[in-house]
């Protein structure tokens, strides 16, 4: 009786953690803790509701999501890329969602046309150039960077990376494969390094004069020109008489197993509405899909630009595709 009671005191204590009390939400987060925080804590003060977190890259993330199927304590997923919110909800790890809310706050095509994610904050993918070595009039789209006049004076992160899988596979979307192909091994064949391993690395290849172009989202522009506001660097919106600039967005879903759906819901509500919207893109200097929020002035600062209007899930669920062309092209 005493092994027992022993035993079964362990069980309940090992399971406590995985248990959510009614006013809290458990979230799963691939945004870091510093940008998300704020905005729960600020949430919690609000409506009483704890929110309880853990944040980590967005494939473990998944994969535990998916490991702990109806076991899971998480309400609702956090993660970025639309590659990785289509994987997620492919997964069958997301419920599909009916909000009149979410749908009024969030555009049509920044949100998954099954109600399974919505986006929360926009990620202009665009180009950042030196502004000593690069004329005015030399770019024009993310489809010239495959010019010859581009050999040797491109830079690009590596094909590892879902914004440029992403990237490629909204591409193909609006080319098709052949031509998506023929554009990114004209990439690979101008390249003046191997590709990099993120894009901080590859803007300060362009400072340094390795190269003279490559390939970044904004917010990590923002981030170089906070610690180096003298670098010769600027951005250029491609694509402005065309399809516009590549779109991406950090967005969110309930997870199909919540303890608690309703919650999680409230909160995702919020996460898109008004009064979060600006910090919840301005904290990382991004764009807000709320479109009664003003962008953060540092970020509009750089600009306006007309925006690609394709759905981002069309990148999603092109991403193998995307992948198997990028090797095909020999970009690594």
Known sequence: MKASFIIGLLVLVLAAPLIAAADEVVVYSARKEHLIKPLFDRYSAQTGVEVRFITDKAGPLLQRLKAEGARTPADLLITVDVGNLWY???????????????????????????????????????????????????LDSYEGLADPRWKGRLCLR???????????????????????????????????????????????AVAAGQCDATVVNTYYFGRLLKQRPDSKLAIFWPNQASSGVHINVSG????????????????????????AQADFAGLNMEYPVNARVETHPLVASWGSFKADTLNVAEAGQRQADAIRLMDRAGYR
Do not use: C
Request: without cysteine; positive net charge.
């Open 158 to 204: 590596t094909s590892k990376k879902v914004y440029n899988q992403s990237l490629v596979a909204a591409l193909i979307a609006r080319h098709g494969v052949d031509q998506a192909e023929q554009i990114v091994r004209g990439w690979v064949y101008n390249l003046a390094a191997a590709p990099f391993a993120n894009d901080n690395k590859a803007m300060e």
């Open 252 to 275: 969110a879903g309930v997870t199909r197993h919540a303890k608690h759906p309703e919650a999680a819901l409230k909160l995702l509500e919020w996460l898109s509405s008004e009064e």
């Open 88 to 138: 997620a909800a492919e997964s069958r790890v997301l419920a599909p969602l009916e909000s009149p809310i979410l749908n009024a706050n969030v555009p049509a095509n920044l949100r998954d046309p099954k109600g399974r994610w919505f986006g929360l904050s926009q990620r202009a993918r665009t180009i950042v150039h030196s502004t000593e070595r690069v004329a005015p009039g030399e």
